[in-house]
């Protein structure tokens, strides 16, 4: 089985800060590690994702995350948060083997202050 | 590329009636899940096709719900009879290629009376 955990509810940040969202998974396999945005009354939008390589992975609108095998965390980080960052974050599993089914965490909600 | 299409946007019904969701997904995806989004669940996967083939309805809360994919191009999530309990948000997505990032639709709102 696979699971994914996203210990905080919801991460505040003033304007202008660094800022972390948390990750663990569990995979039998190779995982997929994937993070995905929602905004209010959208669907969730895809981020970036880890496949195999770099443990460093950049996607879109300046975020990042890494990939650390040994703590089986996938943060997602950006340098310099602006307001237009409050949202939902979700975190997602794929095992690499078998079939696709993408395990969700239960989402983070980002608040950036002013 | 439009994107994953859904309709409708918002659905209101009474409970007990039949309710049915519709899904465009992205051409050239070859898988498609539904999922279901409340506050007290969180996101869950409801049923997943693979080429038009359901592989995993272990989601599917009850009798009451049934997904088809008739194509590539199309498909449906039927409620039967609808109650209360069924509201939420249900969302749509396709993926397609070796790497299976999923692009989600903008969601119907279902509220059941």
């Known amino acids: 089985a696979q699971s994914v955990a996203q210990p905080e509810d919801q991460v505040n940040v003033a304007e202008g800060n660094p800022l972390t969202v948390k990750c663990t998974y569990s995979v039998s396999g190779n995982p997929y590690l994937f993070w995905y945005v929602q905004y209010p009354n959208r669907g969730l939008q895809f981020l970036l994702k880890?496949?195999?390589?770099?443990?460093l992975v950049k996607g879109s609108y300046g975020f990042e995350a890494e990939f650390n095998k040994s703590q089986t965390s996938f943060h997602l980080k950006k340098p310099s948060a602006l307001v237009s960052d409050s949202a939902l974050y979700f975190c997602?599993?794929?095992?690499?083997?078998?079939?696709?089914?993408?395990?969700f965490g239960t989402g983070t909600k980002l608040q950036v202050i002013p | 590329d439009a994107g994953v299409i859904q309709s409708p946007r918002h659905e209101v019904t009474e409970m007990g009636q039949e309710v049915t969701l519709r899904c465009k997904p992205i051409?050239?995806?070859?898988?498609l899940f539904w999922y279901r989004q409340t506050m007290m669940r969180g996101l869950e996967l409801l049923i997943y096709f693979n080429n038009n083939v359901p592989i995993d309805d272990s989601g599917m809360p009850e009798d009451r719900f049934s997904a088809k994919m008739p194509n590539a191009s199309f498909s449906t999530l039927k409620i039967q009879p609808s109650e209360p309990r069924d509201s939420a948000v249900y969302f749509c997505?396709?993926?397609?290629?070796?790497?299976?990032?999923?692009?989600f639709g903008p969601g119907t709102r279902l509220t059941v009376l």
């Open positions: 997505a396709s993926s397609g290629g070796s790497f299976n990032e999923q692009f």
């Open positions: 051409s050239g995806h070859n898988s």
């Open positions: 880890y496949i195999t390589g770099d443990n």
């Open positions: 997602a599993v794929r095992d690499g083997e078998g079939y696709q089914k993408v395990t």
